[in-house]
């Protein structure tokens, strides 16, 4: 990013290391939100508390089903919770706030605006004047490195650039509190790093508008790298389960001992919370269930059963070797551990002996062994099977199982969850099911 004496923003001071929290920005308070199902409300939060002050960068880290980015959307005012309230700069929240910007995981760009008209957007819809609306977009373009592309269509920029003109339209408006929704996880390795990297440079030497900044996120890493704290949800419901300070100044070393003993230690803490849920509850009908391909199970399960594995490895470790992120390694490591070929504890994962035997199987015996995995571990697979035992055509419409999975789930996680269970139910050759009909059968019925 570069360096301007007109850009919009507190004026340059000494480099700095932390700013410190201050006055309260935010308030959340006994925060729900849920939907009407047939079987009562389906919570997607559940009591959620948090604080915000200013100089802080607070992280919420949590995998899918944590109501993160619902979280986000009731603070910047945009859906309203269920119950409990949000208290914004010491008053009542009730709607899109002054002061409040949104930075998307998509880009979220006008492809027919350049630059400078996407930027000038948000200003123009508050009624700010032609020529002021310019000099700040030019301002806020100059300080978050985009100069000279003013005039450049997004179809022109590579994603970062594009992502560089998203925090340009939020700091425009000159916001008090600045949310962003997994803003890097949409960009490569390096250029997330680099724009990570700039973002800080200038909060910390206190050249941004903004007074606080809530960041979402499923990169641990990430979390401790930018945040001052970082609040760990739950899944299905989202609650606040952990509050972690990071006792770091920026910058931060990655390679630090300290800084990877606080990664596995937020590692340790979300696998043994899910691991207890897991050991205490099981799979039921209703359970929600990622969409985790049976290519990227067998394959997890190979690298552990091989050296320098053996059967067990740290999971930053491994997500580290592999370039995962939470959000991919532990749906894996999840549904292994649901079928019975994996288990975490303390933040290291553990292949069971059917798995060793899993590693070494050909192809026909793995599907075999999978599908007998599937059937005693799966409640959902098992009751698909029945129903197609009893049925005289052994034939069954999607429908049917869809309308029983939403008495429990949200449409979406009920779609999601029947999907991964007809991959798996295919994989292990228990059913067929025809895309087009949408039908299940038995393997050995035409389709």
């Not at 553990?350 to 035997?357: H, K, Q, S, Y």
């Not at 999978?370 to 698909?384: G, K, Q, S, T």
Request: hydrophobic share 45%; net charge negative.
């Amino acid at each position: 990013m570069q360096n301007s004496k007109d850009a919009v923003a507190t004026p340059v001071q000494a480099p700095a290391v932390s700013r410190g929290a201050g006055q309260e920005i935010l308030n959340v308070k006994d925060v729900c939100r849920g939907f009407d199902k047939t079987q009562g409300e389906l919570l997607v939060l559940d009591d959620v508390n948090l604080t915000l002050r200013e100089g802080e960068i607070v992280g919420m880290l949590g995998r899918s089903g944590s109501g993160k980015s619902t979280l986000l959307r009731i603070i910047a005012g945009l859906i309203q919770p269920t119950d409990g309230h949000v208290d914004y700069l010491g008053k009542p929240l009730s709607g899109p706030a002054e002061g409040v910007a949104m930075v998307f995981q998509t880009f979220a760009l006008f492809p027919w605006l350049t630059v400078l008209q996407n930027v000038e957007a948000g200003l123009e819809a508050q009624g700010v004047g032609a020529r002021e609306r310019r000099e700040r977009a030019l301002a806020a373009i100059d300080l978050i490195g985009l100069d000279g592309f003013e005039n450049a269509y997004p179809r022109e920029l590579s994603g970062g650039m594009r992502q560089r003109v998203g925090f340009a339209r939020a700091l425009v408006v000159d916001p008090t509190l600045l949310l962003m929704d997994e803003p890097f996880s949409a960009l490569d390795v390096l250029t997330a790093e680099t724009l990570r990297t700039d973002l800080l440079d200038l909060w910390t030497q206190g050249r941004l508008p903004i007074k606080s900044v809530l960041i979402v996120t499923h990169n641990i890493e990430e979390a401790v790298f930018m945040c001052d704290r970082i609040l760990v949800l739950s899944s299905n419901p989202g609650k606040v389960v952990a509050e972690i300070q990071v006792p770091f100044k920026h910058p931060r070393n990655r390679l630090d001992p300290a800084f990877r003993r606080l990664v596995d230690d937020i590692y340790a803490k979300m696998t043994a919370r899910r691991t207890d849920e897991t050991a205490k509850k099981g799979l039921e009908l209703g359970s929600w269930l990622p969409e985790v391909s049976t290519n990227l199970m067998a394959g997890l399960i190979e690298t552990l059963a091989a050296a320098p594995y053996h059967g067990r490895a740290d999971m930053p470790e491994i997500a580290r070797s592999l370039h995962l992120e939470v959000d991919d390694l532990f749906p894996i490591a999840e549904v292994l551990q649901h079928l019975g070929f994996a288990e975490m504890r303390e933040g290291d994962i553990f292949l069971t002996p059917p798995a060793r035997v899993f590693s070494e199987f050909g192809t026909q015996e793995r599907k075999m062994m999978f599908a007998e995995h599937l059937l005693r571990n799966v409640p959902l697979a098992a009751r698909i099977k029945k129903v197609l035992n009893e049925r005289p055509g052994h034939r069954a419409p999607r429908v049917r199982f869809e309308q029983e999975l939403e008495d429990f789930l949200s449409d979406e996680a009920a779609e999601e969850t029947l999907d991964a269970v007809i991959n798996w139910g295919r994989y292990g050759e228990i059913f067929s099911y025809n895309d087009q009909s949408e039908i299940f059968s038995l393997e050995d019925v035409e389709s």
